[in-house]
């Protein structure tokens, strides 16, 4: 079926695409470093600390419960607040947790962080971009919705390859840092 707004001459029609495009980069980011390159680290985590693997794995856990128990909130917070405020606080605690990832030296701080990142999830992941996509697309909702779930699994490619070549020049520490840079910054701006 043809869609007719992507057709016309409408300034709409080629902002709801740019408006999918910022939500495909932070879904791209938040998802590629959460879901699929944190565990590259664990290694590191290991040699480094000298921590156990059921240790190092404990905070996806809590990552995980986390993020089930704020998904809800952040459905309400959807409901009564712009959607473009509450995926700027996520892409903001996101950004702040993995500045604080390399600096860590203890279990529980590592614990912390993913619990930050799992509540950051929750407010600039899935939910908020499917709200935000919704209300842009009430035609071509099906073709957009694939091209941004897409993002995770093109974030889940191009971020581990990233990391694991930092990893290898400069070290956890130093390649956190500049993931949180670029993951930051790259959510921030497409707000």
Known sequence: MNDPQTHSKNPDTFRRWGVLGGLFMIYMASNGITMHTLPLLYPELIETFGWSETQVTLPATIFFVIGAFTSPPAGWLLDRFSPRIIILSGSIIMAAALTFYAQIST?????????????????????????????????????????????????????????????????????????????????????
């Not at 941004?148 to 930092?166: D, E, R, W």
């Open 107 to 191: 279990l529980w701080q590592l614990v912390v962080i993913y619990g930050l990142l799992g509540a950051g999830l929750s407010l600039c992941g899935l939910v908020s971009n499917m709200v935000v996509l919704s209300s842009w697309f009430s035609t071509a909702r099906g073709r957009a919705t694939g091209i941004l779930l897409m993002a995770s699994s093109l974030g889940g490619t191009v971020f581990p390859l990233l990391v694991g070549q930092g990893l290898l020049a400069w070290g956890w520490r130093d390649t956190v840092s500049i993931v949180a840079f670029a993951t930051g910054a790259t959510m921030i701006f497409s707000v």
